[in-house]
């Protein structure tokens, strides 16, 4: 069994940072990609960042420049790094963890609230 723990969440004024961080515990395979996907009221879950066992990352558009990812794969441990916020950027944040050799195989965490308000 995985379990994923996000943590960090919260209001923050427009342009302000926040740092989300996750803690992924059980059975874990080594080769993962680690990410952040959020969904806003009535959208779609979408990605925000994900990084891979080796470091490759990927960012969804609207978050490009602004946020950073980054991995402590020894503590299995996944953070973002969010600045300049919008208020935009206020959804419910997931942590998830997935392995590309397993198609399908994904775990998710219960998502923490990030709201960009003044």
């Known amino acids: 069994q995985v379990r994923l723990a996000e943590s960090g969440g919260g209001l923050v004024q427009p342009g302000g940072s926040l740092r989300l961080s996750c803690v992924v515990s059980g059975s874990i395979f080594n080769m993962n990609v680690m990410g952040w996907y959020r969904q806003a009221p009535g959208k779609e879950r979408e990605l925000v960042a994900t990084?891979?066992?080796?470091?490759?990352?990927e960012y969804g558009g609207s978050v490009k420049g602004r946020f950073a990812i980054s991995r402590d794969s020894a503590e299995n441990t996944v953070s973002l790094q969010m600045n300049s916020l919008k208020p935009e950027d206020t959804a419910v944040y997931y942590c998830?963890?997935?392995?590309?050799?397993?198609?399908?195989?994904?775990?998710w965490g219960q998502g923490t609230q990030v709201t960009v308000s003044s």
């Open positions: 998830n963890i997935k392995y590309p050799a397993i198609p399908g195989r994904q775990y």
């Open positions: 990084i891979t066992s080796g470091g490759n990352t």
